[in-house]
């Protein structure tokens, strides 16, 4: 069975500060690892994803296979960057379904 | 830019009633999914749709649920008898197929509350 954790449900940091958001999986294949976002009355929305391997809004995770895990970060928050972050899963294949984590609520203060 | 849109946004319904979520995908896209989120909980798979059949199912996705393409652009969730639990927030996404096959873009969601 595929699991998506998150530790933090909620993360304050303060404008300019670097952030990270933790995410830890368990899943027995190779899976495919996403960041999806979601600001305030907004729908979610994919950030990254682990194979394109591009920086989004200055945002970067690096796919740690012996750790599990697939932290996100960016070295310079902003305020504009305070919503909720889902860390998500899907097994390797053609539009597998997506495992979410509880999500971490970031909040970024001026 | 398309984007997935759902009806109703908000849905009130008594237990035991049957509802029809209503959804229409990005129209070129070819997988569909359900997604629900309990208030305070996970958002959680409950079923993917493709060739007009599904693909994919969880637990969740009892008898009690159904799925229909009845036309080329709607995509519905049927909850035929429903319960106070299944009060929570209803997402529908699609998914092209294509190069970023795996990147589901998701609708605004329905709220089901269930009396």
């Known amino acids: 069975a595929q699991r998506v954790t998150q530790p933090e449900k909620l993360l304050s940091v303060f404008k300019g500060a670097p952030v990270e958001l933790k995410c830890n999986y368990s899943?027995?294949?190779?899976?495919?690892l996403f960041w999806y976002v979601q600001y305030s009355r907004q729908r979610l929305q994919l950030l990254l994803r682990?194979?394109s391997r591009e920086s989004i809004k200055g945002f970067t995770a690096d796919l740690n296979k012996g750790e599990t895990s697939f932290h996100l970060k960016k070295p310079f928050a902003q305020e504009e960057d305070s919503a909720m972050y889902y860390c998500?899963?899907?097994?390797?294949?053609?539009?597998?379904?997506?495992?979410f984590g509880s999500g971490t609520q970031l909040t970024v203060l001026p | 830019e398309p984007e997935v849109t759902q009806t109703p946004s908000h849905q009130v319904t008594q237990m035991g009633q049957e509802v029809i979520l209503r959804c229409v995908p990005i129209?070129?896209?070819?997988?569909f999914y359900w997604y629900r989120q309990i208030l305070g909980q996970k958002v959680e798979f409950l079923v993917s749709?493709?060739?007009?059949?599904?693909?994919?199912k969880s637990e969740i996705f009892d008898d009690q649920f159904s799925v229909e393409r009845p036309d080329g652009s709607n995509f519905t969730l049927k909850i035929r008898s429903t319960k106070l639990e299944d009060s929570a927030m209803y997402f529908c996404?699609?998914?092209?197929?294509?190069?970023?096959?795996?990147?589901?873009?998701f609708g605004p969601g329905t709220r089901l509350t269930v009396l």
């Open positions: 682990h194979i």
């Open positions: 998500a899963l899907s097994p390797s294949g053609s539009a597998r379904q997506l495992t």
């Open positions: 899943y027995s294949g190779s899976p495919e």
């Open positions: 749709f493709y060739n007009n059949e599904i693909s994919e």
């Open positions: 996404a699609s998914a092209s197929g294509g190069r970023s096959y795996n990147e589901q873009f």
């Open positions: 129209s070129n896209h070819l997988y």
